[in-house]
T-cell receptor, first 113, second 114 residues
């Protein structure tokens, strides 16, 4: 079991471009979570998804950010028209049962030039 | 707003020098408190979950304890390989769709030197 897989590990975008971050949960896990870690700050919850459903998106910025977890394939966090303030490490996690321990991926470091 | 505060921000220990990390929290109702370890460039790695005051969990040189308002991570006779950032997170007893949300502290960066 390869654990939670995220790609790419590093992503560089210029202001105004789109960023697409991918996450494949652990085998058998249907609960996926996205967190953002800004420099000098703690991990901040963004969104919680199950297959084909967004359950809790209370931590997502209202504009430019979207997430999906389709029936087939990885979960995608999409950031449109990136700005420098979007530069951060984005972590995906999954769990077997909602509310139980989360298993994290190694993250995607997004740098916006 | 629910908050998690960890102290100290950074801690340097000599190998074998035991110490404790603190995590204090304010949440309307606590469902669970989690400890994670994070190495540079990696995602957090799960250590413990505590659910009720008085509960204790142990793993090798680490022991986590929980009271009504704080948790401690005790490190006994640490080794250099214990160097990492230790994160505390709480899960509020809001139920329903919010069960997936953890509130993290900023972490304690532990350095153990030989």
């Amino acid at each position: 079991n390869a654990g939670v897989m995220q790609n790419p590990r590093h992503l560089v975008r210029r202001r105004g471009q789109e960023a697409r971050l991918r996450c494949s949960p652990m085998k058998g896990h249907s609960h996926v979570y996205w967190y953002r870690q800004l420099p000098e700050e703690g991990l901040k919850f963004m969104v919680y998804l199950q297959k084909e459903n967004i359950i809790d998106e209370s931590g997502m910025p209202k504009e430019r950010f979207s997430a999906e977890f389709p029936k087939e394939g990885p979960s995608i966090l999409r950031i449109q028209q990136v700005v420098r303030g979007d530069s951060a490490a984005y972590f995906c996690a999954s769990s077997l049962i909602v509310g139980e321990k989360l298993f994290f991926g190694s993250g995607t470091q997004l740098s916006v030039l | 707003e629910d908050q998690v505060t960890q102290s100290p921000e950074a801690l340097r220990l000599q190998e074998g020098e035991s110490s404790s990390l603190n995590c204090s929290y304010t949440v309307s109702g606590l469902r669970g408190l989690f400890w994670y370890r994070q190495d540079p460039g990696k995602g957090p790695e799960f250590l413990f979950t505590l659910y009720s005051a008085g509960e204790e969990k142990e793993k090798e040189r680490l022991k986590a304890t929980l009271t009504k308002k704080e948790s401690f991570l005790h490190i006994t006779a640490p080794k250099p390989e214990d160097s990492a950032t230790y994160l505390c997170a709480v899960q509020a007893l809001e139920g329903g769709s919010t069960l997936g949300r953890l509130y993290f502290g900023r972490g304690t960066q532990l350095t153990v030197w030989p």
